[in-house]
């Protein structure tokens, strides 16, 4: 039996009439990153399911899965958790009115207090570069991305 360990985490791309997409600048115990909306599959959940709750959980914003986008086919071990990451990105799109802040900076944090802080940007898929995200599976994606879209 293998002690091998896997954190499975889902990640939703919403991508606006504009070309730009949705990103989510995070602060936790002092370490900053940019990722995609989203997080860790739980127990007993499916992967669309787990979207729609972090969508809900992150930005109070129900979504509606289109499309499987990309999932993880290459080794990456997980920063959150330890174990072997399997990513898995869809295409979403809102459903009703997008009614959270949306920054027009990075970590615009103004009025968060406590370890986790957390705000949303769009950003245009053309102005997306490797630098624009932190991890090495987003930044695979954003070249998938440019591929697409662009």
């Avoid at 330890?82 to 027009?104: A, D, T």
């Avoid at 053309?126 to 624009?132: A, P, Y």
Wanted: hydrophobic content about 40%.
């Amino acid at each position: 039996m293998s002690d091998n360990k896997f954190n499975i985490r889902v990640y939703g791309l919403l991508i606006n009439n504009n070309n730009q997409i949705l990103l989510s600048d995070e602060e936790i115990n002092g370490v900053r990153f940019i990722k995609f909306p989203g997080g860790g599959l739980e127990f007993g959940e499916g992967l669309k399911d787990a979207l729609k709750r972090e969508f809900i959980e992150e930005c109070d914003l129900a979504i509606e899965v289109t499309e499987h986008f990309y999932t993880t086919d290459f080794f990456v071990e997980s920063v959150f958790g330890g174990g072997q990451l399997i990513s898995v990105y869809y295409l979403v799109k809102p459903i009703g009115e997008m009614l959270f802040k949306i920054s027009n900076c990075q970590y615009d944090f103004d009025g968060q207090d406590g370890i986790s802080k957390q705000c949303f940007r769009f950003v245009a898929i053309d102005e997306l570069s490797d630098n624009s995200l932190t991890f090495p599976v987003d930044k695979h994606v954003v070249k998938l991305l440019n591929n697409k879209f662009l």
